[in-house]
């Protein structure tokens, strides 16, 4: 059985040629799935009656499982999708009073292992489908119109800063970006889709070639040796030709600058000097930083920078006319923040082998 949600509109096309039907008729059917929420083929009155019965026996439109939800009371929710195996991922909607986001997810864990990342510490399952990615905002688009009695767009904004590298599961990303930007189904503004990664360079490239959409890159260290020991993958992709990718996206990217991510780490990546270094660093790269106060979990070992040193060195970065900004946090009272999202499904298992490990070494269990 095909999962229809594994196709931008093209494959869909491609789908119904394969069943003998003509392209186009596939535009009416994505905009079932996706304008209308839709699963059931039956419901889809307006197709021929014999196309149904075809997507009948060879197709299913099939989303996630939801294992929990999470309200804040600030208006996050964080759903947590069981994918199988005893994987799961999260996705998090975060209301303001002028968009609505989507938080989705691209992988089951991570294989990039940064040191400050509940995601990373988790190690790495497996890359989501088409399907797994898609079906994150084609669920949440759709409860949220049902709960407000809402038939237009809610979500007018994704951003891939879930849990994964989606530069690293490029093939399945791609057809789900499409689809959120595809008028046919989510028409979300290029602008308003934000690919965020840790730096697989090769891949920015090949983003800007086939889907060029908003980029933000995890930065984190203004210095090699600093982002090697934050960041294992920059021992492969080091600054300097992260930088020169950066450059290399704008002129394909539908706006004019990256995103920096730099989150603030106690004592590891806040110091004064660490400020300058950044200026001097993305001193030629049209370019926003965004400070991310770090959200501690134990294994980390890590703190959150304090609020007057985040205020200082933005303040740097500011008089060397770099725009800055400082991430609110949300949804803190459901650990809906960047980096706290370890699905809780392997978290406990993980937890459950450390607990076994240190019953064996006889050390006194301390989380
Ligand atoms: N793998 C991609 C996207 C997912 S992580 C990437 O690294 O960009 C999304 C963002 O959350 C990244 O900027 C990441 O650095 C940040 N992040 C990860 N762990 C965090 C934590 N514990 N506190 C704050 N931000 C964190
Ligand atoms: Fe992976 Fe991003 Fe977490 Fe690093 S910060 S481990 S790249 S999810």
Redesign the pocket.
């Known amino acids: 059985m095909v999962n229809l949600l594994d196709f931008d509109l093209n494959g869909l096309a491609t789908f119904c040629e394969s069943l003998g039907e003509k392209r186009f008729r596939a535009v009416q059917l994505f905009r079932w799935i996706h304008q209308r929420g839709e699963s059931s083929f039956d419901a889809m009155t307006d197709l021929a009656k014999t196309f149904r019965q075809k997507l009948q026996s060879h197709a299913s439109i099939k989303g996630l499982t939801v294992i929990s939800e999470q309200r804040s009371s600030d208006g996050t929710i964080k759903w947590l999708f069981d994918v199988g195996d005893g994987n799961a991922v999260e996705s998090v909607y975060i209301p303001e009073d002028d968009r609505a986001t989507l938080c989705v997810s ?1 992988q089951a864990g ?1 294989a ?1 292992g ?1 040191r ?5 510490h988790q190690g790495f399952s497996r890359n989501l489908t088409t399907a797994e990615i898609t079906a994150q905002l084609w669920f949440a688009e759709h409860l949220l119109r049902r709960e407000l009695g809402r038939d237009e767009r809610i979500i007018s904004n994704v951003v ?7 530069l690293q599961n490029f093939s399945a990303l791609v057809p789900a970006l499409r689809t959120m930007l595809d008028d046919h189904a989510y028409g979300l503004s290029r602008r308003r889709v934000t690919v ?3 730096g697989v360079v090769p891949m920015m490239e090949r983003l800007a070639q086939e889907c060029p959409v908003a980029l ?3 930065l ?1 260290a203004p210095n090699d040796s600093l982002r090697d020991s934050l ?1 294992p993958l920059n021992r492969k992709y080091p600054l300097h030709e992260l930088l020169a990718a950066c450059s290399a996206y704008l002129p394909s990217a539908p706006r004019d600058f990256i995103t920096f ?1 730099y ?1 603030m780490l106690d004592g590891v990546n806040d110091t004064h000097e660490h400020a300058q270094e950044l200026v001097r660093l993305l001193k030629t790269t049209p370019c926003k930083l965004n400070l ?6 134990p294994a ?1 070992g890590l703190l959150r920078s304090k609020a007057k040193t985040v205020q200082e060195f933005a303040k740097v970065l500011l008089d060397a006319g770099i725009v800055t900004t400082v991430r609110k946090t949300r949804g803190d009272d459901i650990d809906a ?4 999202l370890a699905g809780e499904v392997q978290d406990r298992t993980h937890v459950l082998r450390r607990i076994d490990k240190q019953r064996a070494t006889s050390t006194p269990i301390t989380e």
């Open positions: 691209s991570c990039v940064c400050f990342c509940s995601t990373g891939m800063m879930g849990m994964g590298e989606p965020s990664t840790s933000a890159v995890s984190h960041v991510e989150c991310i106060p770090f959200n501690p979990f980390s923040a960047c980096g706290q």
